[in-house]
C-alpha cells in the first residue's frame, strides 16, 4: 500500500457527476482520459506503466469516498423539486395573464354591450312616454273640442238609480262571504263603495249648475300646451338617443374627448324625469276629468249623474276583471307551487333515504378499518410499530366517524325540511280553496248580476242623448 502514490489516485478516480466545491476541485486532479483500458490495457495490464501488475484497489477507494449516496438521491431530489416548482409558477403566470386578458376583453365588451342595452331601453322608455303623451294630447284636444260643443241640460230621473245602488249593495254583501286572507278592501270593495256613495250622492242633489266652462278651457289648454312642450324635447331626445344606441367601435364620428366624463349638465334625474311626465299627463286627466263633468253638469244634473254612474259601474266592472284575473292567477301560482312543493316533497323522501343508505353503507368501512386496527394490536415485540398503515388505519376511522356525522346531519336538516314542506303543503291547499271560494263569489254572484246597466245612456228612456 505505501508503493500507491498521487498517480495511483488519477488511475482509479474519475470526475463525479456531482458538481465539486472549489476546496476539492484542488485536492483532487482531473482525470482527461477516461478509458479504463488505456490506464489497464489488456487483461488487466496498463499501457502506461509497462507490464507493472495491477494496483487497483476498491478498498481505499470506498475509504475515500467524495459523497454518500444519501447526497447524490438528496442533490437529485433538489433538482427535481426546484424545476417542478419553477415550472408551476410559470405556469401560473402564464394562466393568470391569459385570464387577466379574458377578463379585461370580457369586461370592456360586457360593459359597451350593457351601455348599449340601456341607450335602447332609454329610447323605449322614451318612446313610451313620448306615445303617452301623444294619447294625452289628441285625448286633450278631442276634449276641449267637446267642451266647447257640449251646453245643454236635461231633467233627472231619480227613480232609475235604485236598480244600480241595490246591485252595488248586493255585490258588496256576497263580498262578505270570502274567506280568510281574501278578506281585503280591495280596489273592487273601493269602487263598489265609491259607486254606492256616487248613486246616494246622485238621490240626494241631481241638479246642480256650473258656469265655469271658459276658465276649465283655459286649463285644458295650458295642461296641453305643457304637454305638447314635453312631447318635442322627447322627440329630440329620442333621435340623439337612438344615433348613440347605433353607435358601433367600427362607426365613423367617434373620437376622444377628453375630460368628457367629468361634465355632468343634468338638471334631473330618472324619477324626477318619469314624474315630470306622469305630473303633465296626471294634470291633463284631471283637467280632462274635470271638463267632462263640467260638460256632463252644463248639460243637465240627470246627464251627469247617469254619466258618472255608467263610468263608476265600467270602473267597478274594470275592477272586477283584474281582481278576478289576479284571484285566478294567484290561484294558478298557488296550484303550481303546491305541484312543485309535492314534488320537493317526494324528492326529499328520495334524498332521505339516499341519507340513510349512505349512513348504512359506512358501517362496513367502518367495521373492516376496526377489524384491521384491532388485528394489529396483537402484533407481538418490535412489531408493535406506529407504522404508515397504522396512522392511516386510524384517519380512516376518524374520517368515516367524521362522515357519519355529517351524514346525521344532513339527515336531521332533510327530516326537518321535510316537515315544513308538509306544513307548506297544507297551507297551500287550504289558500286554493279560499280562492276558489272568492272566484267563485265574483264571478257568478257578483259579475253575473252588473251584466247589464239598467241606467245605459244608449239605451234608457230618459238618456236619449250622445254620452260623453
Avoid at 487497483?56 to 470506498?62: D, F, K, L, T, V
Avoid at 416548482?85 to 359597451?112: G, H, M, P, Y
Avoid at 242633489?205 to 286649463?219: E, G, I, T
Avoid at 341519507?355 to 384491532?374: F, G, H, N, W, Y
Wanted: glycine share 4%; aromatic share 6%.
Amino acid at each position: 500500500m505505501s508503493r500507491l502514490g498521487y498517480n495511483d489516485y488519477n488511475i482509479m478516480r474519475s470526475r463525479s457527476a456531482t458538481p465539486l466545491t472549489p476546496e476539492m476541485s484542488k485536492i483532487l486532479p482531473y482525470v482527461s482520459d477516461k478509458t479504463i483500458s488505456r490506464h489497464l490495457g489488456y487483461a488487466g495490464r496498463s499501457l502506461d506503466m509497462g507490464h507493472a501488475k495491477a494496483y487497483y484497489n476498491p478498498a481505499r477507494n470506498a475509504v475515500y469516498s467524495r459523497y454518500s449516496t444519501n447526497d447524490w438521491g438528496m442533490s437529485n431530489s433538489m433538482n427535481f423539486s426546484l424545476s417542478d416548482k419553477e415550472r408551476s409558477f410559470a405556469e401560473r403566470l402564464r394562466a393568470d395573464a391569459w385570464r387577466a386578458v379574458k377578463e379585461t376583453d370580457a369586461r370592456t365588451r360586457n360593459r359597451q354591450n350593457d351601455i348599449t342595452k340601456k341607450l335602447g331601453e332609454r329610447v323605449y322608455d322614451i318612446t313610451f312616454w313620448k306615445s303617452e303623451l301623444n294619447n294625452e294630447i289628441s285625448a286633450m284636444a278631442t276634449e276641449i273640442e267637446n267642451l266647447k260643443e257640449y251646453r245643454r241640460t236635461l231633467e233627472k230621473a231619480l227613480g232609475d238609480t235604485a236598480n244600480p245602488l241595490h246591485i252595488a249593495e248586493e255585490c258588496l254583501m256576497h263580498r262578505e262571504k270570502r274567506q280568510g286572507i281574501d278578506l281585503v278592501h280591495d280596489d273592487v270593495e273601493r269602487t263598489l263603495i265609491k259607486e254606492v256613495d256616487c248613486i246616494k250622492k246622485c238621490q240626494a242633489k241631481m241638479k246642480k249648475v256650473l258656469d265655469k266652462a271658459y276658465v276649465q278651457l283655459k286649463m285644458n289648454r295650458a295642461a296641453q300646451h305643457a304637454m305638447e312642450i314635453d312631447a318635442k324635447d322627447k322627440h329630440h331626445a329620442q333621435g340623439l338617443d337612438d344615433r348613440m344606441q347605433q353607435l358601433r367601435n367600427s362607426s365613423s364620428g367617434i373620437g376622444y374627448y377628453p375630460g368628457i366624463e367629468s361634465i355632468d349638465n343634468t338638471i334631473t334625474i330618472p324619477d324626477s324625469w318619469v314624474r315630470y311626465t306622469q305630473e303633465n299627463i296626471a294634470r291633463s286627466q284631471k283637467e280632462r276629468a274635470a271638463s267632462e263633468r263640467l260638460r256632463g253638469e252644463i248639460d243637465s244634473t240627470l246627464r251627469a249623474c247617469a254619466n258618472e254612474m255608467w263610468n263608476q259601474f265600467n270602473s267597478v266592472n274594470n275592477s272586477f276583471n283584474t281582481r278576478i284575473r289576479e284571484t285566478t292567477d294567484a290561484r294558478n301560482k298557488l296550484q303550481a307551487h303546491l305541484q312543485r312543493t309535492m314534488q320537493e316533497i317526494f324528492d326529499m323522501e328520495k334524498n332521505i333515504e339516499l341519507l340513510r343508505k349512505a349512513i348504512q353503507d359506512k358501517e362496513s368501512p367502518m367495521k373492516v378499518a376496526q377489524t384491521r386496527l384491532d388485528e394489529r394490536t396483537r402484533r407481538i415485540n418490535v412489531e408493535l410499530c406506529n407504522d404508515p398503515v397504522m396512522k392511516s388505519l386510524q384517519r380512516e376511522v376518524t374520517e368515516i366517524r367524521e362522515s357519519v356525522r355529517i351524514l346525521k346531519e344532513r339527515l336531521k336538516a332533510s327530516e326537518l325540511s321535510l316537515a315544513r314542506l308538509m306544513k307548506t303543503k297544507a297551507t297551500l291547499e287550504h289558500d286554493i280553496g279560499v280562492k276558489d271560494n272568492t272566484v267563485k263569489i265574483d264571478t257568478s254572484y257578483c259579475m253575473g248580476m252588473r251584466k247589464g246597466f239598467p241606467m245605459d245612456p244608449k239605451i234608457g228612456p230618459v238618456f236619449q242623448m250622445p254620452t260623453c
